[in-house]
């Protein structure tokens, strides 16, 4: 490791994290990127570790901001039983993801982890978000209370679409939340609480399947980013809450192919002369 230089490049990549996590930009897709650009360590293994960890501060920051709206410790009868069924809804919406997350983690893991196929989902993913914010439709749902536990259920399927890395998992639920009849900042809303226990699995799950076996030093670079995770996350979705009341999702769509078009370019340039994609940068084009 490269000393002090480490630890800015694991502030760059919690930075990143605490941006993109809850944005229908995809974390994981501008992580790949950022850090096969980055190399934080000489360890592939430490960095995908790394990569999934800083997501749980992510998580907790979620938690914290709508512990108002999630906390079913609260004297009202009727208020902790709304609380509790909110709950159930969110664990039926995180279903899905964990009967499909194990049978395809590691195909996708070895087949499309890479910047090429993250690039070709941003680029749909985009082209989705402006065609469906191109539509204006009514909304019949207008408070998470509303959402049926079917409609929790085929969030959920949504939100496997977003097992393809770029995809984007709070696009996906997003999107599909909106297409259910969800308003705006209640399918922002709902996506936020079923990253609660979707990241958290995929986080366990990585972490049993890898291991804890860290260094001391790499243990440092973990609590470093985790902070900074943090911090940048709460901030990201107090202003996202803010803009979604006002704003269009399209800025999100005209970004993310803006983003696809820089990197597919890049690629093909290098697949046209003949040259192979920069080190630890995955598959050029197929």
């Known amino acids: ?50 990569i999934v960890i800083i997501q749980l501060p992510a998580i907790l920051s979620v938690v914290i901001y709508f512990w108002k709206d999630l906390s079913p410790f609260v004297p009202e009868a009727d208020d902790r039983r709304q609380k509790l069924t909110l709950w159930v809804k969110i664990l039926v919406a995180f279903i899905p993801a964990v009967l499909l997350g ?3 983690n590691d195909f996708l893991e070895v087949h499309l982890l890479a910047p090429v196929p993250v690039s070709i989902a941003l680029l749909v993913g985009g082209i989705i978000l402006i065609m469906i914010e191109s539509q204006p439709r ?20 949504f939100q496997c679409l977003a097992m393809l890395p770029g995809t984007s998992r709070s696009a996906a639920t997003i999107i599909g939340a909106m297409l259910l009849g969800t308003s705006r900042p209640v399918a922002a809303k709902f996506s936020f609480f079923l990253a609660i226990p979707t990241m958290l699995g ?57 983003l696809a078009a820089i990197v597919l370019t890049f690629y093909f340039l290098h697949w046209l002369n003949g040259d192979s994609p920069p080190q630890g940068a995955g598959p050029g084009l197929p």
């Open 138 to 157: 009514e909304p019949t749902v207008s408070s998470v209370a509303e959402i049926t536990f079917k409609t929790a259920l085929i969030i959920g399927l």
């Open 202 to 258: 995929a986080t366990v799950f990585t972490l049993v399947k890898n291991g804890l076996d860290f260094t001391a030093q790499e243990w440092t670079i973990l609590t470093v980013g985790s902070v900074a995770s943090f911090i940048v996350a709460y901030a990201v979705i107090a202003v996202f809450m803010g803009y979604i009341r006002r704003g269009s999702f399209a800025v999100f769509g005209y970004y993310r192919i803006a």
């Open 1 to 50: 490791m490269d000393g002090f230089i480490v630890y800015i490049k694991a502030l760059v990549l919690a930075a990143v994290e605490g941006i993109t996590e809850f944005l229908p930009i995809s974390s994981t897709g501008h992580l790949i990127l950022v850090e096969r650009g980055l190399q934080l360590t000489d360890d592939p293994t430490f960095n995908m570790a790394f």
């Open 102 to 104: 194990p049978l395809v």
